[in-house]
């Protein structure tokens, strides 16, 4: 059964309707994030959960009760501000212990969880500070420690780690996820960040334009994306039209514009319609070889137009006979503008949609 | 009377208390030399009601029920209270000690009414050095020499009126005749009027300050301008400085009256007349008091000076007040 | 500090120049020896300090001053500052009127408020005169609460606010231990302003004052009404000396977590 | 509203007003309208018929205007300057603006004829360092009325904009200036606007208290500067009329509740929407 | 020459220095990130060069003009706040409009310039809003385009993406980066996404505890950092000690603790000492096959340990004879935990520091 429940709830901000018959159920002890471009309702969302706003439709059910009602403080919820929102007349210490001050917590306890805290998250050192005297990165980091130190029923978080560098953000996701699983409290994560999505997230739901697209495992939604705008969101970049040929349990046949045969894994076929969409990813293009065969399956020709460094690897812009196409290459060898190549599109990794 | 006033015991059921109702200075001489004494005498409480003339008249007026059992009142505030029947009637029996004040002191306020308790002075007071010519008359304020340089009482203060008088005066009219030239010469001092003051403290102020050089004052703000600046002179004009009576008088609904009477026949008494005049806050009323010339300098002492006074008929002034105030303020403080 | 050019420096330093001379006067003539305002003094005395002390009903009439304005005070903010809260914090139909109305006490010229309650409150109603008065200090006072705390509610961040709700504080404790704190300066601006207005009042205590029931400015006024030495200045100069011990206690003991606690 | 509840915290201070402000406040001026046979102008008229009394009333508008503008031009730096000194320092100064607040406004009247008068402390400045030949005549005018008032009530304007003002957050001065605002341009846009809340109260509070002040005009002022409170103590304290002393003090409250919500208008507009 | 030159600059917050004898130097019309751990000092650089704070010592040259004690707003630099600072009594319009009015712009042309900026950030839709009704991201995006609608001699930008999602922050640095090589705005950039970083600079300035470490090209960044520091910080998560063998022109040769035998490129060592540290990705780690011979060069055994999900791929903790790896293999293949590995580690791309 399904800890936590939303119902066909609607919310707007005056005319603006934001969320419309919004439905979303998480299992106890589930890790879910909401994914999705800016203003698409994520904050809105956990606002709606945490009481801050109220919906003007639907139900909130938690833990088999109807919470559409109940009070912000009755709900035993962490919550992570997008705005840090800390009290700024409080030392980092005293607004770690807020919570637990409240929860009349023994003040030898109180001073043990909140300094083990402030050490999850690297500012043990800080605790005497104001807010003011922080950068924002530490900041952040003392709002994710006040919501964690309270060991909620469940934990709002959004863009905890927004401001924080890759290794300090893999370190604290890592410190969030244990911390999580041991206390095996049940969290909605808002992120942007889609590694860190993946990483550590049970379900991820991907949101657009106030509804959930597609609520799934990582794994599947970053493999197999159910519709056009997942998969756009999820860095599939390039989108290929393409008319059925012949459908099988395994394999089927596609054809592009211009006559190319493009052989599909079955499994990655999300849309039953004739004309349909073949996604993939930059990364999973492969450059096999100037000019070459013209016939092979699934293969492009096309000449490389700008070319991006991305650290890992480069990224090109190639240009095809069905359109640009992003294309990653890796760093042994860098391709000049201007210069021929063949693509390679496996068929496993090719969505459609 | 009951008392609900805050602060003070009724704690002794067979002691009284007798509110009085006063101006709000010299309070602990006032009190040494008046109230102690009396509380002694008769075992009473005596608990004060301070503020100015009006305020406390007011009061009176609108609350039937105030408690209070006598009111201190300058002779203008006084008139408007018989007038409205504010007062008990006073059996004259009682306060044996009228016999022995002055003849205006008597009965200002009519034979049922209280007497008056002190007598005060209104003149001029300028500044001898900064003045070419002795100033003796109501008239020399008209000097040009004194143009932006005077200052006199507001129509409102107890010092107010007088200065109409001395104006019909000037103009050499009777008052009840014709006001209206009384108040054409008023306008005509207008360019020598700084301001009109209704706070004595603030004449003083504007002689310290140099504001100005000549003003219409009471006797008692004498003492201290001279202080402060030693060139300054009091004149009793020679058309007679103003008298100002200041009386005592039971309030109605008093259930203290006889200890009212008492208390009053007290304050006329030639002990308490003189302590308080050798204290210098009040000038003594009572004809047996005696005083060395010291002793009497800044008072209104003597028997030749008290019968040189103006007396103002304030029960007229009181009927045409409205109407001064208003010309007052359209023609001389706008 | 950068955040402070020298012009805005230089300004204040004359506006305050502007707001403490006069005051340097008047202390230099309560501690001067002539008896009448005087700048600079010529010699030094203690005498018109010592005069305060003789005038019993200086003493009296301050400890009923006192009294009425704390107690006028506490029953402003009692019922101010939740008024105050409501007003800032939400949006609805009829806010600005209820806004107006509660600012009204302080457009009215109090000596006619001071009359009307006198009829109705003592006269009328038989109300104690000391309970009268202490009801017109209250409702006069109540506007600069209310102002001056919603003001400076109007540009706190509510989402701090929610913070502390999320973290289990009830809406009633959140606003002690998070608004509050957060507002202190508007709350003291509040409170000083509201009891000095009380303890300053002339025009309303004048008609609500009886017997032995006054008010120190009320006394002061007879006072001046007849003499002009300078132990009003003395009273004024004793009066600015405890308001700077008893902030300088506040700050000292409390800190400035005083309203935290 | 979302919660119902919350009206409640509304009500001490509606009960208060009404029964002690409103109840005995009207049945005073209901006095006013109180003609012989029914409900009458008359007395509003006649006020306004008089040109003496509008020029009084004019005269009093004038002063509480020019003291409130006055008011805010000094008090929006200085508050401004205090919000951002620290924490510390702030309440000192805010107990420095009070000070001139605790002295008796007689004393407080006294001191100012002790600078402008005659032979005053500006004067021998001015006439010591020969910038004028005599002295300046800068007591008992409206001037000195002007200075009495704003000294009385500037504390009362820099209080309410300090309160605003220091919840403010300096990031936006930053931007601001980041976007080639100068420190005063900065200021006036973005710090004067959101200032407005404090900046209405302290004008109101002003205002009124210029309106209705009484004794520093009656001090200050000259002969030829009486405004109203003057007109309606002399008819209230001495005449005790009261009818006339009503209708001068419903006249200022409605000249109070018109001006508050001209400012409060004009710096709605100053302000922008919310 | 330099266009921005700050010389043995020191700021301190009270006792607490942040920045010591601080150097950096910038060519006009180049794009410089910061890139740094949280409270290294990086917005603190920024709000010097800005001029919101002042230094304590050490000078400010900008276009040969000494800038130590210029005026905020005589500076004309764009300046985008980590917390955005958007004026809340004013529209979206309002905001980006504030500096062309300032600027005395002509009506028509404000309104020109902030709607085609506005479009640039995708909230042309949103200009009649006022900042509290919008989402964190879109706040942020009219922060960006206010600062960049007046053109400015130098932009200041301070996670200027952070809370935007995948898709939209390669949209906005896109746009950011065209922008500023269209109209040559020298840039200061911090930014904790170290893909945006190296995609979007000319030149990357590694910053630790309020210095300076590197300062190079992203790609020398990325494939050859100076220091142990750096190296961590741009993902070299494998350390392993070796000490030097033989050093050639070419290739030299390093010994492991436990006797295996590490060729290492030459050009790739940052290093003098004996002893060092041989730094490499997880990424760049091979898994070769179970066992194998154990005498190979470059090569290392190791038990699989946990393994995480990435999204692209799966990372391994592999424990090696000289300790903990972190590998990265693909998604064809997933390896169990107590599966035993050989790793190759690539000469090419090992650094010595
Ligand atoms: N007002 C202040 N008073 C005292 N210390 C401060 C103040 N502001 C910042 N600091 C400290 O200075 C250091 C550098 O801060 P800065 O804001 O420059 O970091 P940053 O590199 O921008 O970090 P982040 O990535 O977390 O934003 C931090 O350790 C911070 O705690
Ligand atoms: N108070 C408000 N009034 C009106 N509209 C609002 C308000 N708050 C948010 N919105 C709008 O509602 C939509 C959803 O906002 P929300 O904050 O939930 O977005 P989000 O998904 O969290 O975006 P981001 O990733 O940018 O933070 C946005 O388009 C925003 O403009
Ligand atoms: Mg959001
Ligand atoms: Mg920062």
């Given at each position: 059964m399904a800890l936590l429940n939303l119902k066909d709830v609607s919310v707007a901000y005056g005319d603006n309707v934001v969320l419309k018959d919004f439905n979303l159920n998480i299992k106890k002890g589930d890790l879910v994030s909401l994914l999705g471009p800016s203003g698409c309702g994520k904050t809105t969302t956990l606002r709606l959960i945490g009481g801050f706003i109220q919906a003007n439709k639907g139900k909130f059910i938690f833990n088999d009760k109807d919470y559409t009602k109940v009070p912000v403080h009755k709900r035993e919820f962490g919550f992570v501000f997008q705005s840090y929102a800390l009290f700024p007349h409080l030392s980092v210490f005293d607004n770690v212990a807020f919570g637990l001050k409240l929860r009349k917590t023994p003040k030898g306890e109180i001073k043990k969880r909140v300094m083990e805290m402030l050490d999850i998250v690297g500012l043990a050192d800080y605790s005497k500070r104001y807010p003011k005297e922080l950068s924002g990165g530490q900041r952040q980091r003392v709002a994710l420690a006040r919501a964690l130190v309270i060991k909620p029923d469940l934990l709002l978080l959004d863009e905890p780690l927004s401001n924080l560098d890759a290794k300090l953000r893999v370190k604290?996701?890592?410190?969030?996820?244990?911390?999580?699983?041991?206390?095996?409290?049940?969290?909605?994560?808002?992120?942007?960040?889609?590694?860190?999505?993946?990483?550590?997230?049970?379900?991820?739901?991907?949101?657009?334009?106030?509804?959930?697209?597609?609520?799934?495992?990582?794994?599947?939604?970053?493999?197999?994306?159910?519709?056009?705008?997942?998969?756009?969101?999820?860095?599939?970049?390039?989108?290929?039209?393409?008319?059925?040929?012949?459908?099988?349990?395994?394999?089927?046949?596609?054809?592009?514009?211009?006559?190319?045969?493009?052989?599909?894994?079955?499994?990655?076929?999300?849309?039953?319609?004739?004309?349909?969409?073949?996604?993939?990813?930059?990364?999973?293009?492969?450059?096999?070889?100037?000019?070459?065969?013209?016939?092979?399956?699934?293969?492009?020709?096309?000449?490389v137009g700008i070319s991006t460094f991305l650290g890992k690897e480069y990224q090109y812009m190639v240009d095809t006979e069905v359109g640009k196409l992003l294309v990653n290459g890796n760093t042994n060898k860098r391709y000049k503008e201007g210069e021929k190549v063949k693509l390679y599109l496996p068929k496993e990794k090719m969505v459609l949609v | 009377s009951s008392n609900e006033s805050k602060g003070e015991d009724v704690d002794k059921q067979e002691k009284e208390t007798l509110i009085i109702s006063t101006w709000g200075y010299n309070e602990d001489i006032l009190k040494k030399n008046v109230f102690e004494p009396f509380e002694k005498k008769h075992n009473v409480d005596i608990v004060l009601e301070v503020g100015n003339n009006a305020d406390r008249l007011n009061k009176?007026?609108?609350?039937?029920?105030?408690?209070?059992?006598?009111?201190?009142?300058?002779?203008?505030?006084?008139?408007?209270?018989?007038?409205?029947?504010?007062?008990?009637?006073?059996?004259?029996?009682?306060?044996?000690?009228?016999?022995?004040?002055?003849?205006?002191?008597?009965?200002?306020?009519?034979?049922?009414?209280?007497?008056?308790?002190?007598?005060?002075?209104?003149?001029?007071?300028?500044?001898?050095?900064?003045?070419?010519?002795?100033?003796?008359?109501?008239?020399?304020?008209?000097?040009?020499?004194?143009k932006d340089n005077a200052s006199i009482a507001n129509i409102t203060s107890t010092?107010?009126?007088?200065?109409?008088?001395?104006?019909?005066?000037?103009?050499?009219?009777?008052?009840?005749?014709?006001?209206?030239?009384?108040?054409?010469?008023?306008?005509?001092?207008?360019?020598?009027?700084?301001?009109?003051?209704?706070?004595?403290?603030?004449?003083?102020?504007?002689?310290?300050?140099?504001?100005?050089?000549?003003?219409?004052?009471?006797?008692?703000?004498?003492?201290?301008?001279?202080?402060?600046?030693?060139?300054?002179?009091?004149?009793?004009?020679?058309?007679?400085?103003?008298?100002?009576?200041?009386?005592?008088?039971?309030?109605?609904?008093?259930d203290n009256k006889e200890l009212a009477e008492k208390f009053i026949n007290f304050l006329l008494s030639e002990k308490v007349q003189k302590a308080n005049a050798l204290d210098k806050v009040d000038s003594p009323i009572n004809v047996n008091v005696e005083l060395t010339k010291e002793e009497a300098e800044g008072l209104t002492y003597g028997k030749d000076l008290i019968n040189s006074l103006q007396t103002i008929d304030y029960e007229y002034i009181n009927s045409v007040m409205s109407d001064w105030i208003d010309k007052w303020n359209r023609e001389i403080s706008k | 500090m950068n955040t402070k050019s020298r012009f805005l420096t230089i300004f204040s330093v004359l506006v305050y120049t502007f707001l403490i001379f006069p005051l340097v006067i008047i202390t230099a003539a309560a501690f001067g020896a002539n008896d009448y305002l005087k700048f600079p003094p010529e010699g030094f005395s203690f005498k018109w300090v010592a005069n305060i002390f003789e005038v019993e009903m200086f003493i009296r009439t301050f400890k009923i001053s006192i009294e009425i304005a704390v107690f006028g005070t506490f029953l402003a903010l009692l019922i101010g500052i939740p008024a105050a809260y409501i007003l800032s914090r939400y949006q609805f139909k009829g806010r600005n009127f209820l806004q107006g109305l509660f600012l009204s006490p302080v457009l009215i010229p109090a000596i006619v408020f001071g009359f009307s309650l006198l009829k109705f409150l003592i006269i009328k109603m038989q109300f104690p005169v000391y309970t009268s008065l202490l009801i017109g200090h209250t409702v006069v006072i109540l506007p600069y609460i209310i102002r001056v705390i919603s003001s400076s509610l109007e540009s706190f961040d509510y989402s701090i606010e929610e913070a502390a709700v999320s973290l289990g504080a009830g809406r009633i404790k959140t606003f002690f231990i998070i608004v509050l704190p957060n507002i202190t300066s508007g709350v003291i601006a509040a409170f000083i302003l509201a009891f000095i207005n009380s303890f300053n009042n002339v025009p309303i205590s004048i008609f609500l004052t009886g017997p032995g029931v006054s008010t120190l400015p009320i006394q002061m006024m007879s006072y001046v009404e007849y003499y002009f030495d300078p132990t009003i200045a003395a009273l004024s100069v004793i009066l600015m000396l405890m308001t700077a011990i008893l902030m300088f206690i506040i700050e000292r003991t409390l800190g400035l977590s005083f309203f935290t606690k | 509203m979302k919660n119902k509840a919350n009206y409640l915290l509304l009500l001490p201070g509606l009960i208060l007003l009404g029964l002690f402000l409103f109840v005995p406040l009207f049945s005073t001026i209901f006095q006013t309208i109180r003609g012989k046979e029914g409900l009458t102008l008359v007395k509003y008229f006649d006020f306004f018929k008089d040109s003496y009394y509008i020029s009084i009333y004019l005269r009093t508008l004038k002063l509480a205007l020019i003291t409130t503008l006055i008011a805010v031009m000094l008090g929006f730096p200085t508050a401004y300057y205090i919000s951002r000194t620290n924490k510390k320092v702030r309440g000192l100064y805010i107990m420095l603006a009070v000070f001139p607040l605790l002295t008796s406004s007689v004393v407080r009247s006294f001191s100012w004829m002790v600078i402008l008068g005659r032979n005053g402390i500006v004067n021998t400045i001015l006439l010591n360092l020969n910038i004028i030949n005599e002295p300046l005549k800068l007591l008992y005018n409206e001037f000195a009325i002007v200075v009495g008032l704003v000294y009385l009530f500037l504390p009362l304007m820099i209080m309410s904009l300090v309160g605003v003002m220091e919840n403010i957050d300096n990031d936006l001065m930053e931007a601001a200036e980041s976007l080639g605002a100068s420190r005063l341009k900065a200021f006036i846009k973005v710090i004067f606007p959101l200032s407005v809340p404090g900046l209405i109260v302290g004008s109101v509070l002003v205002f009124t208290g210029s309106l209705t002040a009484y004794t520093t005009p009656q001090l200050l002022g000259g002969s030829n500067a009486k405004v109203l409170s003057t007109l309606v103590y002399q008819n209230a304290m001495s005449l005790f009329d009261w009818d006339t002393a009503s209708v001068l003090a419903t006249i200022m409250i409605l000249t109070t509740l018109i001006v508050t919500t001209i400012i409060n208008k004009l710096s709605g507009k100053l302000s922008g929407k919310r």
């Amino acid at each position: 059964m399904a800890l936590l429940n939303l119902k066909d709830v609607s919310v707007a901000y005056g005319d603006n309707v934001v969320l419309k018959d919004f439905n979303l159920n998480i299992k106890k002890g589930d890790l879910v994030s909401l994914l999705g471009p800016s203003g698409c309702g994520k904050t809105t969302t956990l606002r709606l959960i945490g009481g801050f706003i109220q919906a003007n439709k639907g139900k909130f059910i938690f833990n088999d009760k109807d919470y559409t009602k109940v009070p912000v403080h009755k709900r035993e919820f962490g919550f992570v501000f997008q705005s840090y929102a800390l009290f700024p007349h409080l030392s980092v210490f005293d607004n770690v212990a807020f919570g637990l001050k409240l929860r009349k917590t023994p003040k030898g306890e109180i001073k043990k969880r909140v300094m083990e805290m402030l050490d999850i998250v690297g500012l043990a050192d800080y605790s005497k500070r104001y807010p003011k005297e922080l950068s924002g990165g530490q900041r952040q980091r003392v709002a994710l420690a006040r919501a964690l130190v309270i060991k909620p029923d469940l934990l709002l978080l959004d863009e905890p780690l927004s401001n924080l560098d890759a290794k300090l953000r893999v370190k604290m996701r890592v410190g969030i996820r244990k911390i999580q699983k041991e206390l095996n409290i049940t969290t909605v994560y808002v992120t942007h960040d889609q590694e860190e999505c993946f990483s550590i997230s049970d379900k991820v739901a991907v949101m657009n334009e106030g509804v959930i697209e597609h609520l799934d495992t990582p794994q599947n939604i970053y493999d197999n994306p159910k519709t056009e705008f997942v998969a756009n969101f999820v860095g599939f970049e390039n989108f290929i039209d393409l008319s059925l040929q012949s459908k099988n349990e395994d394999i089927s046949t596609y054809n592009s514009k211009n006559g190319r045969v493009f052989k599909v894994k079955s499994t990655n076929i999300n849309s039953n319609k004739e004309t349909i969409k073949g996604a993939i990813r930059p990364e999973e293009i492969k450059i096999v070889n100037k000019g070459g065969d013209n016939k092979d399956e699934n293969t492009l020709d096309g000449i490389v137009g700008i070319s991006t460094f991305l650290g890992k690897e480069y990224q090109y812009m190639v240009d095809t006979e069905v359109g640009k196409l992003l294309v990653n290459g890796n760093t042994n060898k860098r391709y000049k503008e201007g210069e021929k190549v063949k693509l390679y599109l496996p068929k496993e990794k090719m969505v459609l949609v | 009377s009951s008392n609900e006033s805050k602060g003070e015991d009724v704690d002794k059921q067979e002691k009284e208390t007798l509110i009085i109702s006063t101006w709000g200075y010299n309070e602990d001489i006032l009190k040494k030399n008046v109230f102690e004494p009396f509380e002694k005498k008769h075992n009473v409480d005596i608990v004060l009601e301070v503020g100015n003339n009006a305020d406390r008249l007011n009061k009176i007026r609108m609350n039937k029920n105030s408690d209070v059992d006598i009111i201190y009142l300058a002779s203008s505030y006084a008139i408007q209270g018989v007038k409205e029947g504010l007062f008990e009637e006073i059996n004259r029996e009682n306060i044996p000690n009228i016999e022995n004040i002055y003849e205006i002191a008597k009965a200002p306020l009519g034979e049922k009414y209280g007497p008056a308790y002190t007598v005060n002075r209104t003149g001029i007071i300028y500044d001898t050095e900064a003045t070419k010519e002795k100033v003796d008359s109501w008239s020399d304020l008209w000097r040009d020499e004194f143009k932006d340089n005077a200052s006199i009482a507001n129509i409102t203060s107890t010092a107010g009126p007088a200065m109409v008088l001395a104006a019909a005066k000037k103009a050499d009219v009777s008052i009840k005749d014709d006001y209206d030239k009384a108040f054409e010469e008023l306008s005509k001092l207008k360019p020598n009027i700084v301001k009109t003051y209704s706070r004595s403290s603030d004449l003083v102020n504007m002689f310290t300050q140099g504001e100005i050089k000549i003003g219409v004052a009471q006797d008692f703000a004498y003492g201290r301008i001279k202080d402060a600046l030693p060139s300054a002179e009091w004149v009793n004009p020679k058309e007679g400085a103003f008298a100002n009576l200041n009386s005592v008088n039971i309030v109605k609904g008093s259930d203290n009256k006889e200890l009212a009477e008492k208390f009053i026949n007290f304050l006329l008494s030639e002990k308490v007349q003189k302590a308080n005049a050798l204290d210098k806050v009040d000038s003594p009323i009572n004809v047996n008091v005696e005083l060395t010339k010291e002793e009497a300098e800044g008072l209104t002492y003597g028997k030749d000076l008290i019968n040189s006074l103006q007396t103002i008929d304030y029960e007229y002034i009181n009927s045409v007040m409205s109407d001064w105030i208003d010309k007052w303020n359209r023609e001389i403080s706008k | 500090m950068n955040t402070k050019s020298r012009f805005l420096t230089i300004f204040s330093v004359l506006v305050y120049t502007f707001l403490i001379f006069p005051l340097v006067i008047i202390t230099a003539a309560a501690f001067g020896a002539n008896d009448y305002l005087k700048f600079p003094p010529e010699g030094f005395s203690f005498k018109w300090v010592a005069n305060i002390f003789e005038v019993e009903m200086f003493i009296r009439t301050f400890k009923i001053s006192i009294e009425i304005a704390v107690f006028g005070t506490f029953l402003a903010l009692l019922i101010g500052i939740p008024a105050a809260y409501i007003l800032s914090r939400y949006q609805f139909k009829g806010r600005n009127f209820l806004q107006g109305l509660f600012l009204s006490p302080v457009l009215i010229p109090a000596i006619v408020f001071g009359f009307s309650l006198l009829k109705f409150l003592i006269i009328k109603m038989q109300f104690p005169v000391y309970t009268s008065l202490l009801i017109g200090h209250t409702v006069v006072i109540l506007p600069y609460i209310i102002r001056v705390i919603s003001s400076s509610l109007e540009s706190f961040d509510y989402s701090i606010e929610e913070a502390a709700v999320s973290l289990g504080a009830g809406r009633i404790k959140t606003f002690f231990i998070i608004v509050l704190p957060n507002i202190t300066s508007g709350v003291i601006a509040a409170f000083i302003l509201a009891f000095i207005n009380s303890f300053n009042n002339v025009p309303i205590s004048i008609f609500l004052t009886g017997p032995g029931v006054s008010t120190l400015p009320i006394q002061m006024m007879s006072y001046v009404e007849y003499y002009f030495d300078p132990t009003i200045a003395a009273l004024s100069v004793i009066l600015m000396l405890m308001t700077a011990i008893l902030m300088f206690i506040i700050e000292r003991t409390l800190g400035l977590s005083f309203f935290t606690k | 509203m979302k919660n119902k509840a919350n009206y409640l915290l509304l009500l001490p201070g509606l009960i208060l007003l009404g029964l002690f402000l409103f109840v005995p406040l009207f049945s005073t001026i209901f006095q006013t309208i109180r003609g012989k046979e029914g409900l009458t102008l008359v007395k509003y008229f006649d006020f306004f018929k008089d040109s003496y009394y509008i020029s009084i009333y004019l005269r009093t508008l004038k002063l509480a205007l020019i003291t409130t503008l006055i008011a805010v031009m000094l008090g929006f730096p200085t508050a401004y300057y205090i919000s951002r000194t620290n924490k510390k320092v702030r309440g000192l100064y805010i107990m420095l603006a009070v000070f001139p607040l605790l002295t008796s406004s007689v004393v407080r009247s006294f001191s100012w004829m002790v600078i402008l008068g005659r032979n005053g402390i500006v004067n021998t400045i001015l006439l010591n360092l020969n910038i004028i030949n005599e002295p300046l005549k800068l007591l008992y005018n409206e001037f000195a009325i002007v200075v009495g008032l704003v000294y009385l009530f500037l504390p009362l304007m820099i209080m309410s904009l300090v309160g605003v003002m220091e919840n403010i957050d300096n990031d936006l001065m930053e931007a601001a200036e980041s976007l080639g605002a100068s420190r005063l341009k900065a200021f006036i846009k973005v710090i004067f606007p959101l200032s407005v809340p404090g900046l209405i109260v302290g004008s109101v509070l002003v205002f009124t208290g210029s309106l209705t002040a009484y004794t520093t005009p009656q001090l200050l002022g000259g002969s030829n500067a009486k405004v109203l409170s003057t007109l309606v103590y002399q008819n209230a304290m001495s005449l005790f009329d009261w009818d006339t002393a009503s209708v001068l003090a419903t006249i200022m409250i409605l000249t109070t509740l018109i001006v508050t919500t001209i400012i409060n208008k004009l710096s709605g507009k100053l302000s922008g929407k919310r």
